[in-house]
Structure formats: C-alpha cells, structure tokens
C-alpha cells in the first residue's frame, strides 16, 4: 500500500520561509502524479500546486511567485518551498499522489501556521 507522509510545517511570521516535504513510500513514485493543497478551518481543500503533464508547475494564484513545487525522484521526495509567506497561508497542507496503482493517495498532513 502506499504511503505518503508530509513534515516541515510549523509557525513562522509574516514574511518568513518554510519548506514542506512529502516522502512517497514506494519508487513508482517517479510515475505519479503529485501535487500539494491545503485546507484552512472552515474552507475547502484548494490546489496549492501541481506538476503538469508537461512536468511544469500549476500553481493557484495566490501563491505564484511565493511557493515552488519541486521533485527528487530519487528520494521519491516532492517538496514545496514556501517564501514571503501570509497569514492567510496559515492551514493543514496537504500532498497528493495521483497513483498508477492504488488511486489517489493523501498524506495526514501538516499545520503551517502564519502569524506574529
């Protein structure tokens, strides 16, 4: 079964950086697709970021030009590296894998929290 586990998140001020991790439990990874959303209290789950077909980042509007999605096939590692951040970034962040196998598969997901 797949796993997919989230870590890096955590409180930081209005400004600062976070780079969020999110390790796959299997070398197929490298055929996945995957891509990180995020769940603020009394929201719905939104897209953060996503790679493409063509392998390029889609990322929402209000994070473009602040975060970065990025893989590492062999350590079957996404991250997304969060910069200038908001409060209004401040909710469970959560990775996607979109499986050839085993469907989609979340991660627990992890609190980032924005704010002075």
């Known amino acids: 079964q797949v796993q997919v586990v989230e870590s890096g998140g955590g409180l930081v001020q209005p400004g600062e950086s976070l780079r969020l991790s999110c390790v796959v439990s299997?070398?197929?990874?490298?055929?996945?697709?995957m891509g990180w959303y995020r769940q603020a209290p009394g929201k719905q789950r939104e897209l953060v970021a996503a790679?493409?077909?063509?392998?390029?980042?889609n990322y929402a509007e209000s994070v473009k030009g602040r975060f970065t999605i990025s893989r590492d096939n062999a350590k079957n590692t996404v991250y997304l590296q969060m910069n200038s951040l908001r409060p209004e970034d401040t909710a469970v962040y959560y990775c996607?894998?979109?499986?050839?196998?085993?469907?989609?598969?979340w991660g627990q997901g992890t609190q980032v929290t924005v704010s002075s």
């Open positions: 996607n894998a979109e499986t050839t196998d085993s469907g989609s598969v």
């Open positions: 790679f493409t077909t063509g392998g390029g980042g």
């Open positions: 299997t070398s197929m990874f490298v055929f996945y697709t």
